[in-house]
């Protein structure tokens, strides 16, 4: 290559660059190593990351069970190298992979139609509520605190650069969203309404009564559901109007954050203005079935500015890990498995009780509950790793009215005797700190 450009040596390519900006020693690096060696290198860096300990870590991304013919299936080269399925003549099977999700992501919500193209759930959310100020011509939003606080994050981004108003209503003792708030939230600019069910606390929200009153004064309705083996026994928010989903849950890995799997369901009429993708089925020449794009508002395929979103990306083979999840358990598989982890979340709740305030305990949950404890959860959390087990996410951040609260999860990989030893911890820190109260009460008092 030196040769080629007309350079003697490497010195000779690197002359324009003044020699005290040059490095003239060997990079500080480790010796190359062997294959084994790297694999026994990352092996040791995995036992770091906490494998096989127990964990109680929810909020948005949920450690269940994958099949193990989840990745054997997404593993095929006419899945895992394909890219896009623009060419439907040679795309058949991904076309139909995403034919199905959409089917039975539609049979899940209720909706009539659904995309698979969302980045994750905190996306599809903003996404959804952009498409409810496109459908109404109204600019301003309606927000619970309840939502997941990253969500509102991600809206709050959007509405700056597309200068929508964002106002945001709290919660009652319940956890639910404040009804009587709402009411004096909502002004005849408003787009829609956003919420999440199973919200952020993992109480179920009364979604009729939320659709009447936004619906009353012509806003639309958005749901967000970040934990979708909830609708394997919860009943699907038939009343809203967009539903905007994250199918994580169903058979895709935790993998540090991603990539997800966003959805976004709705209404046929509302499907113009849905973003990303959507398949149909129809027939070729000879009668034979067959599957292609039917729409695809994107901007690779429409002007720009009539484009309903320039980020969805295509998402297929996470979506077909979903898909696989969905066959493989069927109706009544999923149902059971919802069963198990309301199941379990249920017993650890009433054996946290017993020793810490459980809040928002008026309403139904799914696999989440909020506990409170006297003591700092950051400091219970840190004894818990050392019996490796991980403990709720401290909400501190989010809601420091709460205090000492922290959000637990329970899914059906969460054992009875998991459940008892961090149970049995947090009772041990009560006792602690209530023993530590009555020493210093005795001192003042002496």
Sequence with gaps: MLKQIGARSIDDLFAPIPGEYRLN?????????????????FRERSRENGDGHATFLGAGAYYHY???????????????????????????????????????????????????????????????????????????????RSVHPEYREVLATYAFHQGMPLATVGFAETGRVNTRELENAITSDTACVLIQSPNFFGTIEDVQAIADIA??????????????????????????????????????????????????????????????????????????????LTLATREQHIRREKATSNICTNQALIALMANIFMTVYGK???????????????????????????????????????IRTSEDPYAINSRLLGHKIVGGLPLKKFYPELGNASLWCCTELTSRSMIDTAVGHVADSERSVRSAREEAAEEVTR
């Design 66 to 144: 994958r099949p193990v013919i989840i990745d054997a299936l997404i593993s095929r080269g006419e899945f895992l190298t394909a890219y896009t399925p623009y060419q439907a003549e040679i795309s058949q099977g991904t076309l139909q992979s995403i034919f199905e999700f959409q089917t039975m992501i539609s049979e899940l919500t209720g909706m009539e139609v659904a995309n698979a193209s969302m980045y994750d759930g905190s996306t599809a959310a903003a996404e959804a509520v952009m498409m409810a100020v496109r459908l109404t011509g109204r600019r301003s939003v309606v927000g619970a």
């Design 332 to 370: 009544v598989g999923l149902m059971e498995l919802a069963r198990q982890n309301l199941a379990k979340t249920a017993y650890a709740a009433q054996q946290f009780g017993k020793h810490a305030e459980v809040l928002f305990a008026g309403a139904p949950r799914f696999n989440e509950f909020v």
């Design 215 to 292: 619906h009353a004064k012509g806003a639309m309705l958005v749901v967000a559901i970040p934990e979708a083996v909830s609708l394997g026994i919860v009943e699907p928010p038939r009343s809203a109007d967009i539903i905007a989903m994250e199918a994580q849950s169903f058979g895709v890995p935790l993998g540090f954050g991603g990539p997800y799997c966003g959805v976004i369901a709705t209404r046929e009429q509302f499907v113009r203005q849905m973003p990303g993708r959507l398949v149909g089925q129809t027939t070729d020449r000879n009668g034979k079935r067959g599957f292609v």
């Design 25 to 41: 020693r060997d990079l500080k690096i480790p010796r190359q190593m062997a294959e084994s060696e790297i694999v026994d290198w």
